[in-house]
């Protein structure tokens, strides 16, 4: 039996405004809603519920300030959002650089010699 495995990849990452907002965030280690936003070209809604999933995770803190029409929230990566983004992306890099062995064939299962 063939002991091949692909690498585990983070679903949660391998959503594309996600690992959009955890790559600035991996080098700006902060960015406000709207910088974010913008940079993103996301709709408020959509940021909002992504950024929602990654802090469940633990990947990112939100500080808000303010309220009404002066309200200012801030995103900040955490270290275990930065230890998730860098084996994400050691996982896509493995999973490209792999060799997928050939199929076995199954000769004994047609009982051939």
Do not use: W
Not at 9 to 34: C, Q, T, W
Not at 50 to 77: F, M, P, W
């Amino acid at each position: 039996m063939n002991s091949f495995k692909f690498p585990v990849i983070n679903p949660l990452l391998h959503n594309e405004l996600r690992l959009k907002i955890m790559v600035a965030l991996d080098s700006l280690e902060s960015a406000s809603f709207m910088y974010l936003c913008e940079i993103t070209d996301s709709t408020r809604g959509n940021l909002s519920i992504q950024i929602k999933t990654l802090h469940d995770a633990g990947y990112l803190e939100v500080n808000r300030s303010g309220t009404g029409s002066t309200a200012r929230s801030v995103c900040h990566i955490t270290r275990m959002g930065h230890e998730a983004l860098a084996a994400y992306e050691q996982g896509l890099r493995q999973l490209f650089s792999q060799q997928v062995p050939a199929q076995e064939e199954k000769k004994k299962q047609n009982n051939y010699p």
